[in-house]
């Protein structure tokens, strides 16, 4: 492949336009035959679609997550402060402090913890929407249990109380609007109220754990510390605790929502899963490369790079489309087919390198959890009628997910 010129590409695609909403995967098909790197006038930034070029973003390390603060400032100052002490959003050495200590804090059999608690919420939650089918001949799967599943794992992760758990979702959907691109006014005044009521919340759950620690993942974040004895800043502390939940949900959730529809409209996979549920951990990972819920990630350049023959000057900005190195025919033998027994699947969902998503064990856990109990419950489960989009681009998803059974 040739890398395309920033003067030799224009309008590539317009992340509003429905129609490539619905679809972009063949606009991604062409962009690669193009080139392996695009700049894209509208985003103001370049963009790679090629799995290798994708890949190499990623994992380089003069490419960084260099955050900007949202402006201006006096109009966001939570929200800015959840993002510049976020584990995401900064480098080494930064990052390798808070991810040490993240990583440390997590490691403390959270996950093995959560297993059987995320299984019997899954088949609980999965026994409700049976029973709102049956009584009223269809159900919303994503208000009904991919929703709410990752907020309430998250939660119990954090040991937030039950009376409290319907609080983290609205939050959550209403910070990460702020990562699309051309957001209204509106969407930005409710991110940072979101911002806002989630740090004053997260600042009195520290402060009880502290005085009464428990086995929740708070608990340890607050204890834990580094080799010379360092530990978490509040502010550290309470970012960490926001992204978990944000990135935990919206991956989760869109795991669950792009790969059911993907699944009940390509019948067969369906029924392969049925007939070998053996099958699930390796489905999972192509429903995530199938239709990937995160499409677009930044980098900013460090000093001088260069990505798939495209040059990234210092302080300039360069993303990897994952959906487009997701369908690449070069890394994926028919990239276009849902195959859930696909055996090399080196997709980029949970991304690569350093900011590789330290929550990927409990969102695996989550979705294996999710298909198992819909499939032994609701075998003959099918859309009712057409599933409503989200209208963003950065975050893949729907809105709704109406299904029915025979």
Known sequence: MRAVSRSGSS???DPADPGFLADPYPTFARLREAGEVHWHEGLGLAVAVSHTACSALLRHRSLGRVWTDARPLEAFVDFNLLHRNSLLENEPPTHTRLRRLVAKAFGRGHVERLRPWVRDLADRLVAELAER??????ADLLDRVAGPLPVWVIAELLGVPESDRDLLQPWSNAIVKM????LDDHLRRDAERASGEFVAYLRDLAELRRRRPGDDLVSDLVAVTDEDGGRLSEDELVATAVLLLMAGHEASVNVVGNGMVALLTHRSEWERLRADPQLLPVAVEELIRYDSPLQLFERTALEEVEIGG???RPG?????LLGAAARDPLVFAEPDRLDVGRSTNP???FGAGIHYCLGAPLARIE???VLESLLRRLPALRLAGTAERRPEFVIRGFRTLRVTAD
Request: no cysteine.
């Open 310 to 312: 495209h040059v990234v």
């Open 179 to 182: 990562y699309e691109y051309g």
């Open 347 to 349: 997709h980029l969902g």
């Open 11 to 13: 309008a590539l695609f």
């Open 367 to 369: 979705v294996v959890s």
């Open 316 to 320: 300039e900005k360069i993303a990897a």
């Open 133 to 138: 089918i049956a009584d009223e001949g269809s």
